[in-house]
């Protein structure tokens, strides 16, 4: 698991995010809209849609958004045209840093990618360099108060699950990227409430940096994830036991 990962996980739980709820809810719409514009409007004959879905619902995004952002994929509804584009990074102290977008204004993406960057000492990578460091997973979250580790561990190795782990005080699910779904549908499936659920990038090795380090890479992280054009970005920092954010 990578440590950023693990720290996003913490922020969501602690309720950092929740002032950030109407960026989240745009991007997830953003993300569902592209889905059902190159593969259809149903989530059945559509994988990438369906997990989409399954990703808006984990964050409790109403139905009516849901249906709303498939009709203007499909143009049912008048939507916009989003590109896709992946940007591979250095930051400060050789992290890796991947950063994948959703824009209707490639020129904007990267000018403003390329900014954040480098106001915080990062730099743009060659193409492959970063993203061969990472490798596709699932990750679902639960709130590690409302049900206890064996409770979730149960239905989601029934489901195929790789593995369970408490964190923080959140249950962390990981599973290979073709049982994401069916591990999903299982909980649900029993009644359980999940905080979060996506296939993520998680980096194979870490990079280790003292305390300043990391609250630097953690601040470009932030950075890139406010900007309205990102959707996503993965990093291989390793969090410091202990480490505490200002």
Do not use: C
């Amino acid at each position: 698991m990578s440590g950023h990962s693990k720290w996003a996980t913490i922020k969501h739980a602690k309720g950092a995010a929740d002032a950030k709820r109407g960026q989240m809810f745009t991007k997830l719409i953003k993300e569902i809209s592209i889905a059902a514009r190159m593969g259809g409007g149903s989530p059945d004959g559509n994988p990438r849609l369906r997990t989409a879905v399954l990703k808006a619902r984990a964050a409790n995004m109403p139905k009516d958004n849901i249906d709303r952002a498939i009709k203007k994929g499909t143009g049912e509804l008048e939507g916009v045209n989003y590109e896709e584009l992946t940007y591979e990074a250095y930051a400060s102290g050789g992290v890796a840093i991947l950063i994948e977008v959703l824009t209707d204004n490639k020129n904007r993406a990267a000018a403003d990618v390329r900014n954040i960057l480098t106001r915080a000492g990062g730099q743009l990578a060659t193409a492959g360099s970063v993203s061969r460091l990472f490798r596709r997973q699932g990750i679902i979250t639960l709130d590690g108060e409302k049900y206890t580790e064996d409770q979730v561990m149960e239905a989601a190795l029934e489901g195929g699950a790789e593995d369970v782990a408490l964190l923080d005080g959140i249950i962390e699910v990981t599973t290979a990227p073709e049982d994401f779904e069916p591990v999903a549908n299982v909980l649900a499936e029993k009644g359980f409430e999940t905080m979060s659920a996506e296939i993520s990038m998680v980096a194979d090795a870490e990079v280790a940096l003292d305390n300043e380090g990391t609250a630097k890479v953690l601040k470009l992280v932030d950075r890139l994830e406010e900007n309205d054009d990102v959707q996503n970005v993965y990093s291989n920092v390793a969090i410091p036991e202990g480490f505490e954010a200002e």
